[in-house]
């Protein structure tokens, strides 16, 4: 009987268990952001994180920092057509020029470059609000190269 008890409250805790994982938002490995901004981290690793650096620090008089500068916690329509259209002259930023060439992204859906510069405005100490797939989609429909 007491087996039973042992066995019967185990299997409850079990089922108490797989209950909290299900409804708890998943969250990326070493981040507290839900798994739908894991898209976004997985689209600067693979176009972003080469020039502008796992942390975000970017590269001095090249590629210019994704941490707290006016580009990334300003204006989202520049921000938006800065992934739209790239830079193909020196930029200066913050009181900094960089020269790198940054080629334009618009073959990304909006949804994935909503998904990017969400996880920039809110990772590498950032603190800004989301970028929507509809806000991007409003500045591509009124971008000019």
Known sequence: MKKCLIIICFIFSCVQLIAQVKTKPKTHPGSTLPATAVSGKAIYDKYCL????????????????????????????RLIKVVLNGFAESVDIDGESYSNVMPAHDFLKDQEIAAVLTYVRKNFTNKAPAISSSQVKAVRATNKK
């Open 50 to 77: 080469t020039c502008h650096q796992a942390d975000g620090g970017g590269v001095p008089n090249m590629n210019p920092p994704l941490i707290k500068t006016s580009y990334v916690l300003g204006d989202k329509s």
